[in-house]
């Protein structure tokens, strides 16, 4: 069984700037690509970010390429979602996600075997 903890949300003003992270503990032997998705109010979850497990291959969705950076640092089991330039329209529940044994990285979100509880992140205008 794989367990996420995300945390790292707020409150922010329009082109602020917060990190999220998400602490994941899981079979020992197995490897995973991390993924960030996340929520809108009466929107549809959707893909952000997502790196593969030794942290040298990265995928974005548009609206955040430039002002989003995911990372990992596998010594502490963390992925890290750095976000600058905040918009209102980024205001969303975020959560992390474990693909787990998987060369390739994904961007959809049914090829994501575990997740974690959601972080929410609100961008005032």
């Known amino acids: 069984q794989v367990q996420l903890q995300a945390s790292g949300g707020g409150l922010v003003q329009d082109g602020g700037s917060l990190t999220l992270s998400c602490v994941f503990s899981?079979?020992?032997?197995?490897?995973?690509?991390m993924g960030w998705f996340r929520q809108a109010p009466g929107k549809d979850r959707e893909f952000v970010a997502a790196?593969?497990?030794?942290?040298?291959?990265?995928e974005y969705t548009e609206s955040v390429k430039g002002r989003f950076t995911i990372s990992r640092d596998n010594t502490k089991n963390t992925v890290y979602l750095q976000m600058r330039s905040l918009k209102p329209e980024d205001t969303a529940i975020y959560s992390c996600?474990?693909?787990?044994?998987?060369?390739?990285?994904?961007?959809?979100?049914?090829?994501?075997?575990?997740w974690g509880q959601g972080t929410l992140v609100t961008v005032s205008s």
């Open positions: 996600a474990a693909e787990v044994n998987n060369v390739d990285v994904s961007v959809r979100e049914d090829e994501y075997d575990y």
């Open positions: 899981g079979r020992t032997g197995s490897w995973y690509n």
């Open positions: 790196i593969n497990w030794n942290g040298i291959s990265t």
